[in-house]
């Protein structure tokens, strides 16, 4: 669910899969007959083994070497490689926790907390109190809260055809999901960082009696994060529409659908 143009509460996303490449080869040792062929078979195991050995050892060579390969830059770490870093754990209501005190923990902390942010549980108030406790540093927390309270009233669920708990009706299912699509550092130190995480979502609610049918959105946050008892923590965010693509021609699903996709389908934690 979009908080809304340029959003700014004043105080109130990514897992990236490295494919392997390609190393096989249409090539091998040529048959010389059915007296060698056994022997023939063994020297290629053994030539195999050699080959992938030195393969799996040339990394970290710093030569300037290109090694016949044309001299191309290799892809930098920090947009396809694994970093080697202690994956995050999952804390209290499956919020991850635990991210490294350097820039690429403080993207993936942005990343994770975007996806709290804009859930189906930020309106609860119940689920909201603890979201706010894990999320954001202490000395923001209580006048957050208040922020959220008076945003996220009475009336503000029923128009999107919530109880006063954030629960859907019988038949319904709200869905608020948030899928971040990449981060970008526009400002890191050891203590704070500003990251803004470019999203898409779904938001809506799922049944036949619905009139706030699902759709998708796209929308940019940017959280101010602050490094606070051993973790990045968030100190305030704000969020604007867009970047959004051309839409495509995809048929819509039914309201069922939807809703046994929501129900079926988990979300994920992003780390890198």
Known sequence: MSL????DTGGYPGTRTRLPEDTSSSGGPRRRGSSSRSLVTVVAVVVLLIAAIAFANRGGDDSSSDGGSG???GPEASETAATGTKPVESGSGGIPSGFAH???GAESAA???AVTLVSADILKPARRSEIVRQVFVADKQAALEQQLDQAYTEDFLNNIGLDKNGNSKDGQTYVSRTMPIGTKA????DTAADIEVWCTGVFGTAGETSTNPVTSDWFTMTLQLRWSDGD???DSFAQKDGPAPVPGDDKASSADEMAKAVEEYGGFSYAR
Do not use: F, L, R, T
């Open 71 to 73: 001299g191309g830059k």
């Open 4 to 7: 809304g143009d340029e959003h």
């Open 102 to 104: 350097d820039q690429q």
């Open 111 to 113: 990343a994770n907390y």
């Open 186 to 189: 526009i400002g890191y130190s």
């Open 232 to 234: 990045w923590k968030v």
